[in-house]
C-alpha cells in the first residue's frame, strides 16, 4: 500500500520560514519524480516544485528564490523548505510521488498539510 505522509505545515507570520517533509512509503522511491503541490481556498491546485530522480528541478515563479525542494532517497523522504513566507503562500500543500514511462504512469498523493501565514 502506498502512502505519502506530510508533515511540519502550521502557523507562521509573514517573512518566517518552514520546512515541510513527506515520507513515501510502498513506492520505489528512487525512480519517482517528488513534487510539492499546493491549493487555497476558492482557487485551483498547482505546481510548487518538483525534482526528478536525476535532481533536475522545476519551480513556480512565485515561489522560486524562496522555497528549496530537496530529496532523500535513503530515507523515501522529500522536504520543501519554505523562506521568506507570504500571506498568499497559504494553502493546503500536498506531496505527490509520479512515475512515468513512455506512455505508461502512476502518481500518487498525500492528504495534504495545513500552511498558514499571517500578515
Known amino acids: 500500500q502506498v502512502q505519502l505522509v506530510e508533515s511540519g505545515g502550521g502557523l507562521v507570520q509573514a517573512g518566517g520560514s518552514l520546512r515541510l517533509s513527506c515520507a513515501a512509503s510502498g513506492i520505489i522511491f528512487s525512480i519517482y519524480t517528488m513534487g510539492w503541490y499546493r491549493q487555497a481556498p476558492g482557487k485551483q491546485r498547482e505546481m510548487v516544485a518538483t525534482?526528478?530522480?536525476?535532481?533536475?528541478?522545476n519551480y513556480a515563479a512565485s515561489v522560486k528564490g524562496r522555497f528549496t525542494i530537496s530529496r532523500d532517497n535513503a530515507k523515501n523522504t522529500v522536504y520543501l523548505q519554505m523562506s521568506s513566507l507570504k500571506p498568499e503562500d497559504t494553502a493546503v500543500y500536498f506531496c505527490?510521488?509520479?512515475?512515468?514511462?513512455?506512455?505508461?504512469?502512476?502518481?500518487?498523493w498525500g492528504q495534504g498539510t495545513q500552511v498558514t501565514v499571517s500578515s
Open positions: 525534482r526528478t530522480p536525476r535532481n533536475n528541478t
Open positions: 505527490n510521488a509520479e512515475w512515468k514511462f513512455g506512455a505508461h504512469g502512476t502518481d500518487y
